[in-house]
Nanobody
Framework: QVHLVESGGGLVRPGESLRLSCAAS????????MGWYRQAPGKERELVAV?????TYADSVKGRFTISRDNYKKSVYLQMNSLKPEDTAVYYC??????????WGQGTQVTVSS
């Protein structure tokens, strides 16, 4: 069963923008946090931005990326502006609910290259 569906990745040039979307299935209830992580080749998965009681951003994306949520649609978005080659990675949506279950999306590729 697919719990999180992501979309919006792609190939862009440095300085351009992308918007990622992630929608949770109706079966998931009690959502506490929704966020985005990324994993570049040869690197560990890292936090990009998380929305919960407060919003947290990685230092590397502050001022360029914005996370937003639509609780009614059980969705989270990541607006990425001023993209850099070092933002190239597979981006994963992550959700945690009140029971402590953690769900991951399948990942969407973001490539920033001239």
């Amino acid at each position: 069963q697919v719990h999180l569906v992501e979309s919006g990745g792609g190939l862009v040039r440095p300085g351009e923008s992308l918007r990622l979307s992630c929608a949770a299935s109706e079966s998931i209830i009690g959502i506490v946090t929704m966020g985005w992580y990324r994993q570049a080749p040869g690197k560990e998965r890292e936090l990009v931005a998380v929305s919960g009681d407060r919003t947290t951003y990685a230092d590397s994306v502050k001022g360029r990326f914005t996370i937003s949520r639509d609780n009614y649609k059980k969705s989270v978005y990541l607006q990425m502006n001023s993209l850099k080659p070092e933002d190239t990675a597979v981006y994963y949506c992550r959700l945690r609910n009140t029971e402590g279950y953690v769900y991951w999306g399948q990942g969407t590729q973001v490539t920033v290259s001239s």
